[in-house]
T-cell receptor
């Protein structure tokens, strides 16, 4: 079962622009995480935000969490060609010890 | 150099054969996971283990088996009962089962013909 749904499914931008990806989920969560996957590779953890947090920053990444709307957004500022990858949200539910991954957003950054 | 390794990177098998995918970690993590990823899709959990000698089924365990005899190792066997085994398989580990980031291996692409 996939709890998270990312939006948009695909996003194309120019280098230097900002990229925003959204994630919606269905049930109450403890934490929400964002991961990046380069084509044909494993996933890399980007950031974890807990259910009692509303915003978190890491370098050029900014994550927000709105538990009332059951949604999160990932903002990548001043994008680079190297940011080209798929981005997944994953939720850690209150009644489960598993991470449930969304379907991902494919980001293409053109130089 | 700590990390999680999977081997081989590419694996080809004939239909009807069992195949075992390797996953090893030297991060001293208690929890380990196996996921399956199909083209353009997210990850689906096959099996996970929170501690040595214990494991639980994930969402799509049918046709797969695992063992966790050592903390460092969590091999996945794709059996002939798995109807559509061709996929990208990812192994991951975390310090503890809940509330922590997962570290992923590079993946094994299995093709069954």
């Amino acid at each position: 079962s996939q709890q998270g749904e990312e939006d948009p499914q695909a996003l194309s931008i120019q280098e230097g622009e900002n990229a925003t990806m959204n994630c919606s989920y269905k049930t109450s969560i403890n934490n929400l995480q964002w991961y990046r996957q380069n084509s044909g590779r494993g996933l890399v953890h980007l950031i974890l935000i807990r259910s009692n947090e509303r915003e978190k920053h890491s370098g050029r990444l900014r994550v927000t969490l709105d538990t009332s709307k059951k949604s999160s957004s990932l903002l990548i500022t001043a994008s680079r060609a190297a940011d080209t990858a798929s981005y997944f949200c994953a939720t850690d539910g209150r009644n489960t010890d598993k991470l449930i991954f969304g379907t991902g957003t494919r980001l293409q950054v053109f130089p | 150099d700590g990390g999680i390794t999977q081997s081989p990177k590419y694996l080809f098998r004939k239909e009807g054969q069992n195949v075992t995918l390797s996953c090893e970690q030297n991060l001293n993590h208690d929890a380990m996971y196996w996921y399956r990823q199909d083209p353009g899709q997210g990850l689906r959990l096959i099996y996970y283990s929170q501690i040595v000698n214990d494991f639980q089924k994930g969402d799509i365990a049918e046709g797969y088996s695992v063992s966790r005899e050592k903390k460092e190792s969590f091999p996945l066997t794709v059996t002939s009962a798995q109807k559509n085994p061709t996929a990208f398989y990812l192994c991951a580990s975390s310090i503890a089962p809940e509330g922590y980031e997962q570290y992923f291996g590079p993946g094994t692409r299995l093709t069954v013909t």
